[in-house]
């Protein structure tokens, strides 16, 4: 079954460590987005990526990066997590026609 | 700039009854407009998609929405909700390009409590 997957769902860090948050997708896509979204806040968009060797920060600045070297798979990484960095984290991908397939999400909280 | 408001944060229906959730978008042409559910700890499920063509959008779980572009509107409405539909629903407005990004606009969201 196509889809979209993240790992891990939740994930509770100390400060100053390293993470990465993994999505990979099974549907083809080119299309990749890393969305932030906080409690009452709308989707922000912080990355996205149109094919394989191609990423763009998105709308809200963040100290994430990512990287799409397959076309599957496209990993957000924090250097130095920070409290600051504590929220849900969505992965997506999309055909043509802007149609969004989200992933089930990554709860971070950095303590 | 393209945005999308939902006015209400959190609504609160009985079971059976009926439901309008408000969405409204700024958009400078035909926009195309979504409409998410999130379930608690989930990602965001497509309910419906207006593209162009009938403004009246079947789509899942027996919702519909109307794209009113006079009003700039595209309320999503369920003739009787189910103890189920409860989640936040989110509004999204697509089409502008932005260096090639086709950009997707989410609404802050609206969280439905079904009462007994």
């Known amino acids: 079954e196509a889809d979209i997957y993240q790992t891990p769902r939740y994930l509770v860090i100390g400060t100053g460590k390293k993470i990465t948050l993994e999505c990979s997708q099974t549907?083809?896509?080119?299309?990749m987005y890393w969305y932030q979204q906080d409690p009452g806040m709308e989707l922000h968009l912080i990355h996205y990526?149109?094919?394989?060797?191609?990423?763009e920060k998105g709308d809200l600045s963040s100290e994430s990066t990512v990287s799409r070297i397959r076309t599957e798979h496209f990993p957000l990484t924090l250097e130095s997590a920070r409290p600051s960095h504590t929220s849900q984290y969505l992965c997506a991908s999309s055909d043509r026609g802007r149609t969004y397939t989200f992933g089930s999400g990554t709860r971070l909280t950095v303590v | 700039a393209q945005s999308v408001t939902q006015p209400d944060i959190h609504i609160t229906v009985s079971e059976g009854a009926s439901l309008e959730l408000r969405c409204n978008y700024s958009y400078g042409a035909t926009p195309y407009l979504f409409w998410y559910v999130q379930s608690p700890g989930q990602g965001l499920q497509l309910l419906l998609k207006?593209?162009?063509?009938?403004?009246l959008v079947q789509g899942i779980k027996g919702f519909e929405a109307e794209f009113k572009r006079s009003q700039s509107s595209f309320n999503l409405r369920k003739p009787s909700v189910h103890w189920s539909d409860a989640a936040e629903y989110f509004c999204a407005v697509g089409g502008g390009n932005s260096g090639g990004y086709q950009k997707v606009t989410f609404g802050t969201g609206t969280k439905l409590q079904v009462i007994p």
């Open positions: 990526s149109y094919g394989v060797n191609s990423t």
């Open positions: 207006y593209f162009s063509g009938d403004t």
């Open positions: 549907m083809g896509h080119d299309k």
